[in-house]
């Protein structure tokens, strides 16, 4: 079975990867349930656009699909030390060899055209490196163009945020790697 990862970061008090992995081989059920809560004149979810009250309805979303997808999530943080691209080249090279671990993996990264050709460099050195060429995908995507990375995009957020929001979303995280 593949491990579907979703992958969105926040830059806000560090820097934060948030990867959502789904092991269900269809992925339809999740996409609907988050599709379901775009409203009228949304293309997709941003925490950063949303009020309180629907930012606590999408992580009780989320929480829910934890609960009937097994969805979990791995946070990465790289903290505050050195430059972004070298804090998100430490996050990604983590992300990859924890990745291994599955028979089959598929890394959708929330797409950022300005970091595109320097993620995928970076992908095939750590693919090649973990001798994953053959058992590891990865595609940048528009969040509009996946919903699903609306779920990573929620965990990043709230981690980094702090207080009420990362205790809501505690639930859902597997385990954090610093």
Same mark, same amino acid.
């Given at each position: 079975?593949?491990?579907?990862?979703?992958?969105?970061?926040?830059?806000?008090?560090?820097?934060?990867?948030?990867?959502?992995?789904?092991?269900?081989?269809?992925?339809?059920?999740?996409?609907?349930?988050?599709?379901?809560?775009?409203?009228? +004149?949304q293309r997709s979810l941003?925490?950063?656009?949303?009020?309180?009250?629907?930012?606590?309805?999408?992580?009780?979303?989320?929480?829910?699909?934890?609960?009937?997808?097994?969805?979990?999530?791995?946070?990465?943080?790289?903290?505050?030390?050195?430059?972004?691209?070298?804090?998100?080249?430490?996050?990604?090279?983590?992300?990859?060899?924890?990745?291994?671990?599955?028979?089959?993996?598929?890394?959708?990264?929330?797409?950022?055209?300005?970091?595109?050709?320097?993620?995928?460099? +970076?992908?095939?050195?750590?693919?090649?490196?973990?001798?994953?060429?053959?058992?590891?995908?990865?595609?940048?995507?528009? +969040?509009?163009?996946?919903?699903?990375?609306?779920?990573?995009?929620?965990?990043?957020?709230?981690?980094?945020?702090?207080?009420?929001?990362?205790?809501?979303?505690?639930?859902?995280?597997?385990?954090?790697?610093?």
């Amino acid at each position: 079975m593949t491990a579907h990862i979703f992958v969105d970061e926040t830059k806000a008090k560090g820097y934060v990867i948030a990867a959502a992995t789904l092991l269900e081989g269809d992925l339809a059920a999740p996409r609907k349930r988050v599709q379901a809560l775009v409203l009228p +004149r949304q293309r997709s979810l941003h925490m950063k656009d949303e009020s309180n009250s629907r930012r606590r309805q999408i992580i009780d979303t989320i929480l829910e699909m934890a609960d009937t997808s097994g969805l979990t999530t791995v946070i990465y943080d790289a903290g505050r030390e050195g430059t972004e691209l070298e804090r998100r080249a430490v996050c990604l090279a983590t992300l990859v060899a924890d990745a291994a671990l599955h028979a089959e993996a598929r890394i959708v990264l929330d797409l950022d055209a300005s970091l595109q050709v320097w993620d995928r460099q +970076r992908l095939i050195e750590y693919r090649r490196a973990a001798g994953l060429r053959d058992r590891l995908t990865y595609a940048h995507q528009a +969040r509009t163009d996946e919903l699903l990375l609306s779920i990573p995009d929620a965990i990043a957020w709230s981690w980094a945020r702090g207080g009420e929001w990362r205790t809501r979303v505690k639930p859902v995280v597997r385990y954090v790697r610093v």
